[in-house]
């Protein structure tokens, strides 16, 4: 499996980015697709993710209402549409994927099999 994370940029506070991830393998409603991200001089932090079926999804509660979560099973892409940015979102954007039968939305990023290379993100405040 292989990750390719596009769309990172740059915008103004209160803006929008689209980030996409487009994943190279087999079987991708079989992985739950997360996205993660890591600001300067801080841990890595889960953002969303979405289950097989696109019909689960998982935020974290700072990004709740602005970004969404999408992913289209006959493209292998998963989509983060960011709205409303803030300054505190500026961080390199990883887009992962996790093998699960069960579908659940995890966010720890451990469990994740697969990662792509990141993408940043700068918010200007």
């Known amino acids: 499996v292989q990750l390719q994370a596009s769309g990172g940029g740059f915008a103004q506070a209160g803006g929008s980015l689209r980030l996409s991830c487009a994943f190279c393998?087999?079987?991708?409603?079989?992985?739950?697709m997360g996205w993660f991200r890591q600001a300067p001089g801080k841990e890595r932090e889960f953002v969303a993710a979405i289950g097989g079926s696109g019909a689960s999804t998982r935020y974290r509660d700072s990004v709740k209402g602005r970004f969404t979560i999408s992913r289209d099973n006959g493209k292998n892409t998963v989509i983060l549409n960011m709205n409303s940015l803030e300054p505190e979102d500026t961080a390199i954007y990883y887009c992962?994927?996790?093998?699960?039968?069960?579908?659940?939305?995890?966010?720890?990023?451990?469990?994740?099999?697969?990662w792509g290379h990141g993408t940043l993100v700068t918010v200007s405040g």
């Open positions: 393998g087999v079987t991708f409603s079989d992985y739950v």
């Open positions: 992962a994927a996790d093998y699960t039968v069960t579908g659940y939305c995890s966010v720890d990023g451990r469990r994740y099999d697969y």
